[in-house]
């Protein structure tokens, strides 16, 4: 059985920062890219950051500077430290596996960020 699970959500003042944890089980973690959404409430869930299974990153333009993504493959995690954080980054926040093979979803871990 497949399980991404999130962890690290809080809430933070702006300017402040997280970690965001994403701990996979039931699959061979080191060949799938590995991915951190967001969802806003009436919006639009948004790609936040990727790292694939290289180990390459790329990131959105609004996070770009203030977030970094980074994986453990021995520990089978994906991370996402937020510094920064401004208001506009109030999110549930989503780890997503996926490769040729399948696709996978967490359930979400709540990130408010207080003005």
């Known amino acids: 059985q497949v399980q991404l699970v999130e962890s690290g959500g809080s809430l933070v003042q702006a300017g402040g920062s997280l970690r965001l944890s994403c701990a996979a089980s039931g699959i061979t973690f080191s060949i799938y890219d590995m991915e951190w959404y967001r969802q806003a409430p009436a919006k639009q869930r948004e790609l936040v950051a990727i790292?694939?299974?290289?180990?390459?990153?790329n990131y959105a333009d609004s996070v770009t500077g203030r977030f970094t993504i980074s994986r453990d493959n021995a520990k089978n995690t994906v991370s996402l430290q937020m510094n920064g954080l401004k208001p506009e980054d109030t999110a549930v926040y989503y780890c997503h596996a996926h490769t040729l093979f399948g696709t996978y979803w967490g359930q979400g871990t709540q990130v408010t960020v207080s003005s």
């Open positions: 790292i694939n299974s290289g180990g390459s990153t």
